[in-house]
Nanobody, 123 residues
Framework: QVQLVESGGGLVQAGGSLRVSCAVS????????MGWFRQAPGKEREFVAA????????YYADSVKGRFTISRDNSKNTVYLQMNNLKAEDTAVYYC????????????????WGQGTLVTVSS
């Protein structure tokens, strides 16, 4: 089991930038694939980005490709999501996720979640 704690959400104007962080702890978390999902009001939770603790592979939803960057700091056991050129439609609660079953795009297949951090983009 892993524990995930997000931080860094807030209010930003359209076109601005924000970085959210996810501190990870627990058993054998280095074997997990880490991801970010988001859930906007009235919508289903959706995949945003993912990264492994080893290697350089990253994965993005088409809607954020070129604007968002997922990264990790292995020394701090932390995963980041840098969000640039934010749009009003990026407004959502952003959740950190850990998958022991490989890369997962479907949130129903994720067992470990953080508490979420709200990102609000004003237009």
């Amino acid at each position: 089991q892993v524990q995930l704690v997000e931080s860094g959400g807030g209010l930003v104007q359209a076109g601005g930038s924000l970085r959210v962080s996810c501190a990870v702890s627990g058993h054998a978390f280095s074997f997990y694939v880490m991801g970010w999902f988001r859930q906007a009001p009235g919508k289903e939770r959706e995949f945003v980005a993912a990264i492994r603790w080893i290697g350089d592979n990253t994965y993005y939803a088409d809607s954020v490709k070129g604007r968002f960057t997922i990264s990790r700091d292995n020394s701090k056991n932390t995963v980041y999501l840098q969000m640039n050129n934010l749009k009003a439609e990026d407004t959502a609660v952003y959740y950190c996720a850990a998958s022991s079953g490989g890369l997962q795009y479907n949130p129903r297949n994720i067992a470990s979640w953080g508490q979420g951090t709200l990102v609000t983009v004003s237009s």
